[in-house]
């Protein structure tokens, strides 16, 4: 099976760890480019234009669904990106929280928040136009979201994901490290996907379309004091290109996967 599937304890102590993250973070809920040094920008400027790309596409008002929505900074950005109805759902009900009263400030009517366990959350099959989901694949049970999600989504639907790609020693001994020093959970930075990962999701839909980014990306912190962060940033991304043929060791990846198959 791909995917982690946690036991009850494990899903406790993710819970616990993002309950300690939501009373940390309750400045602000709105994703920034500026939360990322230039450098590791890109992975996330791909999410936005594929959201905005699909979203638009459509032509109609749409429904989505932000899976492991966290304190909800990336679902308030979809929504501004979308101008359709927005759900997000969170495992944390401290995080989920936040969201909510970020969402009162702002008076948003189109954007929802619910707590819910991805794995148990129950959606009529072809509701969604889109779902979308920012490293939540980590420490999830793959074969039985993937699943829900190919059911949840409309003929034509998407699902779209930023995530990080766990094949590069050094991105991995840096997430081993974050683990350590209890910078991230456990669960999280052992379950990082993988191309079987990728794979098993490729298989379930019509039309995939990846973006691999940031395999040079740990010469950031290095270059960044020798060239300045825009220099190395565009530096980075122009290796990407050139050595493209190394994407297998990519710090992130984005896809659009459209055209879900629903095993019968």
Same mark, same amino acid.
């Given at each position: ?123 009529? &099959? $072809?509701? %969604? ?5 920012? /490293?939540?694949?980590?420490?999830? +049970? *793959?074969?039985?979201? !993937? ?8 003929? &034509? $639907?998407? %699902? ?5 790609? /766990?094949?590069?020693?050094?991105? +991995? *001994?840096?997430?081993? !490290? ?87």
């Amino acid at each position: 099976m791909i995917g982690m599937q946690l036991s009850d304890s494990e899903k406790n102590d993710e819970k616990v760890w993002y309950q300690k993250q939501s009373l940390k973070n309750t400045s602000s809920c709105r994703f920034s480019m500026e939360t990322f040094p230039k450098y590791l920008q890109k992975p996330y400027r791909v999410y936005e234009t594929m959201i905005c790309r699909c979203g638009s596409s459509l032509q109609r008002p749409i429904q989505v669904l932000d899976l492991c929505c966290g304190m909800g900074e990336f679902t308030f950005l979809i929504a501004e990106l979308t101008h359709g109805t927005v759900f997000g759902v969170d495992y944390s009900p401290e995080s989920i929280q936040v969201a909510v009263k970020e969402l009162e400030k702002r008076q948003l009517t189109n954007l929802r928040f619910e707590v819910g366990d991805v794995e148990q959350c129950q959606f009529e &099959d $072809g509701f %969604f136009d889109m779902i979308c989901m920012s /490293g939540g694949l980590s420490y999830l +049970n *793959l074969d039985v979201v !993937l699943e829900k999600i190919c059911r949840w989504l409309k003929p &034509d $639907g998407a %699902f779209i994901i930023v995530d990080t790609y /766990g094949h590069n020693p050094l991105f +991995n *001994l840096k997430r081993q !490290l974050n683990y350590w020093f209890r910078y991230t959970t456990k669960q999280t930075a052992a379950g990082i996907p993988k191309k079987p990962t990728l794979d098993k999701i490729r298989s379930r839909f019509q039309s995939f379309e990846i973006e691999y980014c940031g395999t040079f990306a740990f010469m950031g912190p290095f270059l960044r004091y020798l060239i300045g962060e825009t220099y190395t940033a565009k530096l980075v991304d122009k290796l990407d290109e050139i050595f493209s043929s190394f994407k297998k060791y990519a710090f992130k990846f984005v896809f659009c996967a459209q055209g879900p198959k629903v095993q019968k």
